[in-house]
């Protein structure tokens, strides 16, 4: 997709007059494969068609990049007319901007949106151009006359739009942040928890050490009582009679 635009944006940027310029605009909107068109907008040279028998080019360009199909049936004396591809295509971003809004997407809305007289001729359009397209999925519901988006693509940024994408930001980046500083005291926490264990388990072992040096002999002997008595001395060398014992 990235390279398809930067293939018409260098297309437009190459072409010197009005009657080029607008031939890449129709190239653009019929291309099956794309549906941004912001960067196109962008070309310096656009703005060159707005004194031009050929203007009509660049307002198509904009209704392409931000409309529907029931903004060019409303504008459609002061717009060139569109082919049969493009037709298809404005259609399908239509259907991209209805599923911006609405998650479940009634035939009735549809079919008046997209002009089509029939819930099969819906259904087609649907699977044919916008499904197998790759721009929408979701479910067909045949007996609740609806369609489920589950996901959509995006189209082109309107400029009603920006408010609510820098709210939506905004809220992002906030939520972000309190998790980042959360994550921070998690690992503050375990470091220090780490140091703790560290230097218990380093008191333990030089405690063990300490009882070594102190003990070196365990000894037992029979005591008075019919028990085996236990002595431990650190000091033993030899063997005495029914012990060990040491002087």
């Not at 003990?215 to 012990?243: A, N, P, T």
Request: glycine share 4%.
């Amino acid at each position: 997709m990235r390279e398809l635009i930067q293939h018409f944006v260098k297309e437009a940027s190459a072409s010197r007059d009005e009657h080029a310029i607008a031939s890449v605009v129709v190239k653009a909107t019929s291309h099956p494969s794309l549906f941004s068109f912001s960067e196109i907008l962008s070309v310096t040279n656009l703005p060159q068609l707005e004194e031009t028998g050929n203007s009509g080019y660049l307002d198509m360009l904009q209704l392409f990049a931000q409309g529907t199909w029931s903004d060019y049936k409303s504008n459609a004396d002061h717009l060139p007319q569109l082919v049969p591809d493009q037709i298809v295509k404005l259609k399908q971003l239509t259907v991209l901007t209805l599923a911006e809004t609405y998650k479940v997407l009634s035939y009735d809305q549809l079919m008046q949106e997209l002009d089509l007289t029939s819930v099969r001729e819906l259904e087609d359009f649907l699977i044919h151009e916008c499904i197998y397209a790759g721009i929408v999925r979701g479910k067909l519901d045949q007996l609740q006359r609806c369609f489920g988006v589950q996901f959509s693509a995006c189209r082109d940024s309107r400029p009603a739009q920006l408010g609510h994408m820098i709210q939506i930001l905004s809220h992002w980046l906030s939520k972000s942040e309190i998790l980042v500083a959360s994550i921070q005291e998690n690992i503050k926490w375990a470091d220090n928890t780490s140091e703790i264990v560290k230097k218990h388990r380093k008191e333990v072992e030089e405690r063990v050490k300490e009882v070594k040096k102190s003990v070196k002999f365990v000894y037992m002997e029979w005591g008075s009582f019919g028990c085996w008595k236990i002595f431990m001395r650190k000091d033993l060398y030899y063997h005495e009679g029914g012990r060990h014992s040491l002087k």
